[in-house]
């Protein structure tokens, strides 16, 4: 079974960063991806970012780059999401999500993924 610890999220005011951790475990094949989902109240999910397990390309919705920047630590099979520059419609939870194999349009873009996490909560404010 596939499980998530997802920290980071809380709340901060415009213009500030944050960090979001995601610790995933119960798996061993390299070929897959991981890697962020949103959603606001009322909106639909909207990808972010994933990670490919076997090289550790990163892959970005294209309006989703510049403020945020995926990374992982192999060590800790720990995936991070930095986030600058935030502004109220970025409130959202946040969810790390793996795919099974290694397609990252897929991933982004379809939201065809196959174990998601709980989620963690961000609120930016004005």
């Known amino acids: 079974e596939v499980q998530f610890v997802e920290s980071g999220g809380g709340s901060v005011r415009a213009g500030g960063s944050l960090r979001l951790s995601c610790s995933a475990s119960?798996?061993?094949?390299?070929?897959?991806?991981i890697g962020w989902i949103r959603q606001a109240p009322g909106k639909e999910r909207e990808g972010i970012a994933c990670?490919?397990?076997?090289?550790?390309?990163?892959w970005y919705v294209e309006s989703m780059k510049g403020r945020f920047t995926i990374s992982r630590d192999s060590a800790t099979n720990t995936v991070y999401l930095q986030m600058n520059d935030l502004g109220p419609e970025d409130s959202a939870i946040y969810y790390c999500?793996?795919?099974?194999?290694?397609?990252?349009?897929?991933?982004?873009?379809?939201?065809?993924?196959?174990?998601w996490g709980q989620g963690t909560p961000v609120t930016v404010s004005s």
């Open positions: 119960g798996f061993t094949d390299t070929e897959y991806a």
């Open positions: 990670i490919s397990g076997g090289n550790g390309k990163a």
């Open positions: 999500a793996v795919k099974d194999r290694d397609l990252p349009y897929s991933f982004l873009h379809r939201l065809a993924v196959d174990h």
